[in-house]
């Protein structure tokens, strides 16, 4: 809490919804852009709170990245591969 930390956009999966919708779904909402989702790269469980996390790769469709929500988020970048 209070840290700022760089992070890929993230939420709950909403009943019906698949890990891949809700990538697509956070993304909108988190940053304002469309995309699709292209491949789900894998999942794991947080060692401390038991939580399974899903890893989606997705690509731009439209739009223009910009904190949609600002409450929750301070900055946007789209970055490459290679800077991850």
Same mark, same amino acid.
């Given at each position: 809490?209070? $840290?700022?930390?760089?992070?890929?956009?993230?939420?709950? /999966?909403?009943?019906?919804?698949?890990?891949?919708?809700?990538?697509?779904?956070?993304?909108? $909402?988190?940053?304002?852009?469309?995309?699709?989702?292209?491949?789900?790269?894998?999942?794991?469980?947080?060692?401390?709170?038991?939580?399974?996390?899903?890893?989606?790769?997705?690509?731009? &469709? $439209?739009? $223009?990245?910009?904190?949609?929500?600002?409450?929750?988020?301070?900055?946007?970048?789209? &970055?490459?591969?290679?800077? /991850?």
């Amino acid at each position: 809490e209070g $840290e700022l930390m760089w992070q890929f956009p993230a939420g709950g /999966i909403e009943d019906g919804e698949t890990a891949e919708q809700a990538a697509v779904r956070e993304t909108l $909402e988190e940053t304002g852009l469309t995309v699709e989702a292209v491949k789900l790269l894998g999942e794991r469980v947080h060692p401390k709170t038991g939580r399974l996390l899903s890893y989606t790769a997705c690509s731009p &469709v $439209e739009g $223009e990245a910009r904190v949609a929500d600002d409450d929750e988020l301070d900055a946007i970048a789209w &970055v490459t591969l290679a800077e /991850i």
